[in-house]
């Protein structure tokens, strides 16, 4: 049994759009929002937090109905198609209100930021729209023993998206610094919608989605394995028993723990790059691009570790790895008042560390569910993580408000939470023995 990497590439495109956009997101809305509109980090956390709380609704709401999607194009692409267009149109939107802002403009301020709010969420609902759907394409098209596999590469070209806006940022903007004077971000916002419309065309133009389907199901016709759920005889419903259930709680229960951790610190830390350690935009986006590189040398190697080892185990290990480099990180904060470039080995960490989290998870989650409900059960994935980030935004703004320090020893505390929930996990791993070295990856044509 091979993955076909080539396949798993072009689905994986829906994932480097929207990596592109959370990167951006995550790294240009809290500045807008404190050095344009001046709120402070609680209000700016809260609405940080408005993605988080729309899409614990919209993510399972999309997911379920791509589920019974039945368009001539497939389940999965009509969402994709539609979300990104919309999302684009309004993203676009946001640097033209910020630059509006400062330009003089006899509007209200409290109508542009009413405004400014508006589009951001108009934005955030299209997101919502496909993001379930684009992500539930890998298992739909992948036999359930390589999905920790194929989430690999859908992470990596996830990777790719956000680096890519790393990378983007740090040359348009090395020496320009938020507290000093104002920046046009509008840039950057076009050439992210230039990356999601790239990448939805080749969704589009390369990926048959009814094929790919079909002979996912053919294959899984001819290979049964063991289903972790029930079917009522009577009203034909499919039932999760008692303890697959109470592992699946505490699966998505450590979702939300590590998200809460990790997604504090990439929400938060370009305020606090900034502010505390006096760094340029640039020089903060570099830090997480160190992250994200690390991560991207690690996606493959965490699919082929969770094959030995399995993946609630690998899960654990980085874990581990992640709280310690974050508790690592406030240490040095206790006794340091600037960056030091010895810490871009702990950001290397925080990279490796999220790979092997990140690979693993979903596909835990999707092998508790019958294959009719996968766009579903990514719902309610994306829908724990993201009521995970309703919190920490405005949780880590506050307490990052009364002393910036508590922002690392926060997102370890957070970690370590998720750590220990893990080890309730029993169930998820896949039964598939894999081939070693480089015949685990041999593509499929």
């Known amino acids: 049994m091979k993955l076909n990497v080539k396949r798993t590439i072009l689905v994986g495109f829906a994932f480097l759009a929207i990596s592109a956009f959370w990167q951006m997101y995550d790294n240009k809305i809290p500045l807008i929002l404190q050095y344009t509109f001046g709120l402070n980090e609680t209000i700016t956390g809260f609405i940080m937090s408005a993605d988080n709380i729309l899409a614990l609704f919209l993510l399972p709401l999309f997911g379920g109905f791509s589920d019974r999607c039945n368009a001539k194009m ?61 992500v539930a394409l890998m298992p739909d098209v992948t036999p359930k023993p390589l999905r920790s596999k194929g989430n690999a590469v859908i992470n990596l070209m996830g990777a790719i998206g956000g680096v890519l806006f790393l990378i983007i940022n740090t040359v348009l903007y090395s020496g320009s610094k938020p507290a000093e004077t ?56 499919v039932i999760i028993p008692k303890p697959v259930k109470k592992s699946l709680i505490f699966l998505l229960l450590s979702v939300a723990f590590w998200y809460i951790g990790y997604n504090a610190v990439t929400t938060w830390f370009s305020v606090y790059a900034t502010s ?16 994200t590189a690390g991560a991207i040398a690690s996606y493959i190697p965490a699919g082929i570790i969770a094959g030995k080892i399995g993946r609630a185990k690998t899960i654990k290990i980085g874990a581990a790895i992640l709280a310690i480099s974050f508790a690592i990180a406030f240490v040095y904060t206790l006794f340091a008042t600037s960056f030091n470039p010895v810490l871009y080995a702990v950001f290397i960490l925080v990279g490796i560390s999220w790979a092997m989290i990140n690979v693993n998870s979903l596909p835990m989650v999707v092998e508790m569910c019958a294959g009719g409900d996968i766009g579903k059960f990514t719902g309610y994935y994306y829908a724990f993580s993201m009521a995970a980030q309703v919190i920490t935004p405005i949780l880590a703004g506050t307490l990052y408000g009364v002393n910036p320090k508590t922002l690392f020893i926060y997102a370890a505390i957070a970690v370590l939470i998720s750590f220990i929930t893990m080890l309730f996990v029993k169930h998820g791993d896949s039964k598939f023995a894999p081939q070693k070295g480089i015949e685990a990856f041999d593509i499929d044509d």
């Not at 198609?81 to 209100?97: D, Q, R, S």
């Not at 009814?210 to 001819?222: C, H």
């Not at 006096?278 to 691009?289: K, R, V, Y």
């Open 74 to 134: 497939g389940k999965r692409k009509p969402f994709i198609l539609v979300g990104t267009i919309l999302a684009v149109i309004f993203m676009i939107g946001l640097p033209i209100i910020d630059n509006l802002a400062v330009s003089g403009t006899s509007i209200n301020p409290l109508h542009l930021l009413i405004g400014f709010i508006g589009v951001l969420c108009l934005a955030l609902v299209s997101m919502g729209i496909f993001r379930s759907p684009a």
């Open 182 to 237: 104002h920046i046009d971000y509008l840039p950057i916002f076009i050439i992210v919608a230039g990356i999601m419309l790239i990448a939805l065309f080749v969704i589009m133009f390369f990926v048959n989605e009814p094929k790919l389907a079909a002979e996912q199901a053919e294959y899984e016709a001819a290979h049964p394995e063991e289903q972790l759920t029930e079917v009522d005889e009577t009203s034909k419903k």
């Open 276 to 291: 505390q350690w006096g760094m340029s935009d640039g020089g903060a986006s570099l830090c997480l691009t160190i992250a």
